[in-house]
Structure formats: C-alpha cells, structure tokens
C-alpha cells in the first residue's frame, strides 16, 4: 500500500466543490491544541465571519465538528422534544431525511408535499398550520440538492411565525451561493455544509440559533437524546468568553480551512458571490440550451448553483459520466433517489463557479454527447 | 482578519498530538467526490489499515466522520436500547461520559467505581456482573485519558463474555501507543480517536463492531435514536463492495490524513510502535524523577503515552504551563475534572514519542520550575 495521491478532478457535481489552493495550504497548518489561546481566537474569528455569512448577530453561530447532516441533526435532536409535532416540507430528498429526523426524536411529522423539481407552496404551508394549531416547528429546505429547486425562506417564515411556530431551514447548499438573510427573513434555526458554495472540505457544519430558538432547548422539559450533539454541552465549549470547558476535540486543521474559505468570502463580498454564481449560471445555461439540453427546474425557482438537466433521451447516463471523469477529470452529479438515471446534476459552488470551468464543462459535454 | 497562521508547537498534552509532515501535506491534496471510485478505493484501503491497527478481522471497521466522541456515541447510541443494563467502570473522566451516554439513550448504568489514578478492578466487575444477571452490556475505558492508568482490557472482557454481556471499550488514548488486540482480546465494540497515539488529525473516530455486537444493532426493537451514527445506514455507504448508497458526505481530506498516518503506522510496525511509546517513556520518566516530579498512577497500570505527574508543591500550574506555551511554544495538558490544578498530563503520543521531544520537554521543565 501506498500514500494515497488523488487525480486532479473539476468538481461539478453536488458536492463538494472545487477548493481554492489558500483554502488546501491551510489545512496543512501546523496542528496546533484545541485549547490554545490561539485557536481559541481563530474560532472567534471563525464565529464572526460565520456571522456574515448567514447575515445574522446570532450569538450561537458555529460550525459542528461533523458534516452537515450531523448539523440536521443538531436542529433536530436540540429542538424536537418527544411528542412535537412538526410540520416538514417535502420536495426533494433532503426533505424526506428532515422528516426521518423528526421521527427519530419521537416528534409528530405533519407532511406538507410538494413535487421534485418545484419549490415549496407557501398556500400548503399556510393552511398545515391552520390545520395544525398545536404544531411548534415548521422545517423546510431552502435549496433542494436532490433537485435544484428553491424555496422563498422569507414567505415560509413569515407563516411559520403568524402561527407561533419555530423554523428550520436546511441551507447546506444555498449558504454563499444565493440571497440568504437569516435575520431580516426571521429563520430560528438553520444549518450548511462546509462543502457546497463555501468550498471548503467537507466535515463541518455551520448552524445558527437565534435567541428563541435557544430558549427552546435551554427550556426543554427531557434531555437532549445525544452528548456530542446537545447544545447545552457545546455551548460551554464554543460559547462566548476566554474560558472553555472542554466537550470534544474540535477538528483543528479543518476549521483552518474553513476559517480560510469564510475570510475570502468576506474578502469578495457576499453580494458578489452571489452574482458570480448568478452570472456563471446564466452562461452555463445558454450553452446546454444550445446543446439542447433541458433544465428540470421552472426559471423562477432555479438555483444557479445546482443544475438539474433531464439527461438527453437515447443518452447513456452512467458511460457518460465515467467518461467525463476518467477522460476528463470532470465530475458531474447523478440525479438521487426519484430521479435517478434520470437527471444530472451540474454544481456550480464557490470555486467551482468560475468561467473557466462552465466553458469546460460544456465543451467536454459538446464532445461526448451525441451530436 | 487575516489568514490565520499558527504558531509552531510542540505537542505534549493528552491530544492532539504532533502531527508529522507526511500526514499534514496528505490533507492539503485536491478534493475529490466522495462517491468518486478513486475515493472509494482509498475507504477500503483506510479500513484495511484500520484493522491492521486494532488487531481485527471485523468486517465494520471504519472511521465515524467527527471526533472520538461521536465514536462513543456510536457506540452507545447503537447498543444501548431503553431499559437495557448497562455495567459502567468509571475510574475517570472518561468512564464517567460513558454513563452520561448510557442514561441519554435510555439505558440504566450500574457504576463499578475506582479511585482516579488506578485501573478498573476485574473482581468489581465480576461482582457486579454476578449481582446484576439482566445486565447487557459492559463498559470501560482502556486508558483513562485523564489519569493515565491502564485497565486490563483482556481479563474484563472475559467476565464480560462469561455473563454473556457485549462488551464497549473506550481506546481513545490506547490505540497504536500500547498493546491492543481486538479479536484476541475479545472486544465486542470499541472507538478511538485519530489525534491520540495515530497522530493525525483530531476529527475521525475508528470504530470496530465484531458480528455479535452488529447483530445486537440489526436486530434493535426501537430504532437507533440517530441519523447520522446509525449504523444501519452509515453501513450502506461504508460497508464492502462498490456500490455505495450515500449516506453523509465524507471528510475526504481527513481521510486522506488518517490514511497516510495508518500507513506510517504499518511501515513502522505496530509492535515497533508500542515499543517506541513504552521506551520514551522510560527516558521521561528518568528525567521527571530526577528533578523529583512524582507519578499520580502506580507502575503497573501507568501508561507510558499518557503521564499524569503531582504538580510539585509551591508551583503555580497555569503560570508554568502558560510559559511553556508562550516562551517555549511547548504545550503540557492540565489536570482535568477531580485533578484540575493538582496534576499535569505529559503526552507521548505518536509522533510525540521521539528522543528529540523528549529531552526538549524535560530541558524546558528543568529551566521554568524553581530548584
């Protein structure tokens, strides 16, 4: 056996993306303990650039030492106490999986569905919570991965919030790639990846409680059924003030990662992040168009960082992608679960959403689609 | 803000330890899709060495994707169900976590106590299983991180076994610094972390499940009270073949990381390694003793990795730590809980186990104690 010695990739699937060289050389940093008055500052920094990122003054605002689905379950597992019930949104995978992780806490999932590829209705969600008095929490993903479609955080919350209802939004693929407010738009909880439009690795999960929310599971009635998880232990830990009480051994080399990945975002503004996968999207669009390629998404509810495309009929879906990955060092993603063998999926994240990338990702495809 | 540039320390604490360079420039190499089979092939190869390291054939060995103590609660959250009894030896900190999992998932722990700074006694464990015939389980810690002592993993397990109870063992601090021998031992469950005596890292935890605790997962009457460590589903994306079902995206270039220092483990020789650890202890502990610095724990359960030494009387411990840390950039761990201010913890772990860091360690403690 050998050292392990990656092939270069593009990576244009649904994560992760491309990583930016300064973002790889600081995991590289030396290690330095979990407990050093330095790192200690550079997780306050992170904390702050955390902050502008997800546009909140949240106090608790911090990345969990695990992949965004260890942040869903935070949310879920700190929020859902036996017995709840809870209204989820499901329009696409990761809906489904928000209401796998209800149930797991013994709450009450009340379904609001809606079909792949289209956004939330704000109207169903309307009417589940007149429906449902009793109902504490509304969840919903803002940007489906499984499906390219995007939900209006703003309406949803506003409803969830006219019913006395707490939310949880999913952000792991729209945090850094599209307009994402969370203050201004009234969000209590959500979570990301580190892995989408941050481009950074993935193994992190940034989330961000406001003060309701945190009431909530300071105020909870049963333990929280997980240790590594329970905010009220982490808190202690990643919490405001110099002094730490020890809960876990944070991932040192990652977070300087991520710390990398956030202070280049701050560097090139949020806003213009945003544009530049709003500009990248609308090139990569004309060239599949040309191509004669459909996207599964109505205009209106597209992401521009997550492309789903109805694979080209007669096309064979999984030669095509070994072939653009073995031939060209190009990952694209396949479609998951009710779209399987039927769509692709063309991520266009953080560093991934850069010109040269969309002009060789269409011409790779111009080569190995059928004319 | 700027990039954040840590200052170089040398690492003699309980965790992290130094990191060697081979590991640290592993982590900076480009990102790929953890579905990519170039990934894929590097999982199988991780998991081998993983096996290489705890002694085992099991077939679930594999890293949980966060820190040792999202492996504990792999652990717990899979086999523990409501009601089930649970006997618990806490000698430590550490055992003492162990009961706090127990109690979240709904178990019942029966504590076998011993003093900190000893091991666990096997007749308490034998009494206990005797007056205890509905427990289920047995719980311990192999090398209490926070005194330094060494329970005799071998003798529990085969109370253990002879009560037809399944067995959890915490290796955190023990795996690849002294002898560990899963399958003849006869441990049923275990989990470590990687930035003890692997020295990589902090942010993976290696498990091992053998068939009989895999059949207690399999064959739960509640469903495991998780999403993400539920091993019933990380399996389909960890478990053996090519086809993999996703499940999380994994910390691909961690992985990467622990990959190179389990392969610098297998060049070295596990046996070489253990050796290493227990001669470089030998040399601290020459040096200790000759300035008169006692050991908390008795030679014949004293771990050679982890030190825990008597603050000698009259020193300020945060000042004398804080020097090494500002003028020497060394760092030496604090007591922890019963200990706090009363011990150091010396750690010899991985690649903090060389002559060079040694005698460095023992020079700088000669400099700042009073004579």
């Known amino acids: 056996m050998q050292s392990f010695n990656p092939p270069v990739r593009t990576l244009m699937g649904p994560g992760p993306s491309d990583i930016h060289p300064r973002v790889l050389s600081a995991l590289a940093r030396p290690t330095i303990g979990h407990l050093d008055p330095e790192f200690i500052r550079m997780m306050d920094e992170t904390k702050e650039l955390l902050k502008y990122a997800f546009q909140t003054t949240n106090e608790l605002t911090m990345p969990v030492s695990a992949p965004g689905s260890a942040g869903m379950e935070t949310c879920f597992v700190n929020l859902v106490e036996p017995g709840d019930k809870v209204i989820v949104c499901i329009n696409g995978v990761f809906g489904n999986r928000m209401k796998e992780n209800i149930e797991r806490f013994g709450g009450e999932a009340i379904v609001v569905a809606d079909d792949w590829g289209t956004a939330v209705t704000p109207e169903k969600v309307e009417a589940a919570c007149q429906a449902n008095p009793d109902a504490k929490i509304v969840a919903f993903v803002h940007a489906e991965t499984s499906t390219g479609a995007c939900s209006d955080v703003a309406a949803i919350c506003q409803i969830a919030q006219k019913h006395d209802c707490l939310t949880i939004v999913d952000a792991v693929t729209s945090l850094g790639g599209i307009e994402l ?9 959500i979570y990301s990846g580190t892995q989408k439009c941050l481009s950074c690795v993935p193994g992190l999960s940034p989330i961000s409680f406001n003060e309701k929310a945190l009431e909530k599971v300071k105020n909870r009635s049963s333990k929280v059924p997980s240790w590594f998880l329970d905010l009220n232990l982490v808190l202690g830990y990643w919490g405001g003030g110099a002094k730490r009480a020890y809960h876990h051994t944070a991932p040192v080399n990652a977070l300087y990662g991520l710390h990398e990945s956030l202070l280049m975002l701050k560097e090139e503004g949020i806003e213009n992040a945003w544009k530049r996968h709003a500009d ?19 205009e209106a509810s597209r992401l521009p960082q997550l492309n789903s495309v109805w694979i080209p009929q007669g096309v064979d879906d999984a030669k095509i992608r070994s072939t653009l990955l073995n031939e060209y060092n190009l990952e694209i993603g396949a479609g998951l679960g009710d779209f399987a063998g039927k769509v692709w999926r063309i991520g266009l994240m953080g560093d991934t959403a850069r010109k040269e990338k969309v002009l060789f990702c269409l011409a790779a495809l111009n080569e190995v689609l059928p004319n």
């Open 181 to 189: 407010k969370v203050d201004e738009w009234g969000v209590d909880a």
């Open 280 to 298: 990248m999207h609308q090139q990569l669009k004309t060239g599949l168009e040309k191509m004669g390629i459909k996207f599964v998404v109505d």
